[in-house]
């Protein structure tokens, strides 16, 4: 059974960079086939796809985001991070991790709530 486990601080202020990291147990990141993505929620909003990193480590990202993330993965630890700078309010979102194969998300992260706030 996957599990993936978020986590991170929960209050970012703003113009800094939020840093959230995903723990993978019970499969390894590098297993051919399967991709590591970030996806957030904001407040009364649908679910916003951010990036992902795939088991070769190659990245991609969300166009409107491009510019301002960043994931990464530590395969010793497996686990996968994601940065995203100059964070505004609008960036306060639910974040989760999940883990997606060529047609689906199988396995998400119970989810982390973060908050931009001065």
């Known amino acids: 059974q996957v599990q993936l486990q978020e986590s991170g601080p929960g209050l970012v202020k703003p113009s800094q960079t939020l840093s959230l990291t995903c723990t993978v147990s019970g499969g390894s990141i590098t297993t051919n086939g399967y991709g590591w993505t970030w996806i957030r929620q904001p407040p009364g909003k649908g679910l916003e796809w951010m990036g992902a990193?795939?088991?070769?480590?190659?990245?991609g990202y969300s166009p409107s985001l491009k510019s301002r993330t960043t994931i990464s993965r530590d395969t010793n630890k497996n686990q996968f991070t994601l940065q995203l700078s100059s964070v505004t309010p609008e960036d306060t979102a639910v974040y989760y991790c999940a883990r997606v194969t060529s047609s689906y998300y199988d396995y998400w992260g119970k989810g982390t709530q973060v908050t931009v706030s001065s």
């Open positions: 990193i795939v088991y070769s480590g190659n990245t």
